[in-house]
């Protein structure tokens, strides 16, 4: 199985920039899709930014042209590089696997990390 582990997030004014990083460990043989979640307070949670095996990528409508989602296969890490932040993207962030390991599906999520926007 994978472990995944989060980081980059913190707290951003209005406008700027964070990026976030997704570090993956473990055992796979095939992955379906990558990803970025988030879950705001009393919301339910939503998926940001996806890979899609064969490299096709999703975005929300709320984070496109200011989302940019990116994979480092050498490193096994995903990156979430988000611009022109907005007050409504505070949320925690997590990060999301669909994969194989052992003959066996997972959907695993890391712990996340915090993102605030505020000035």
């Known amino acids: 199985q994978v472990r995944l582990v989060e980081s980059g997030g913190g707290l951003v004014r209005p406008g700027g920039s964070l990026r976030l990083s997704c570090a993956a460990s473990g055992m796979y043989s095939v992955i379906y899709a990558m990803g970025w979640d988030r879950q705001a307070p009393g919301e339910q949670r939503e998926s940001v930014a996806t890979?899609?095996?064969?490299?096709?990528?999703n975005y929300a409508d709320s984070v496109k042209g200011r989302f940019t989602i990116s994979r480092d296969n050498a490193k096994n890490t995903v990156y979430l590089q988000m611009n022109s932040l907005k007050p409504e993207d505070t949320a925690v962030y997590y990060c999301?696997?669909?994969?194989?390991?052992?003959?066996?599906?997972?959907?695993?999520w890391g712990q996340g990390t915090q993102v605030t926007v505020s000035s």
């Open positions: 890979i899609i095996s064969g490299g096709s990528i």
């Open positions: 999301n696997w669909r994969y194989v390991s052992l003959g066996k599906d997972y959907d695993d």
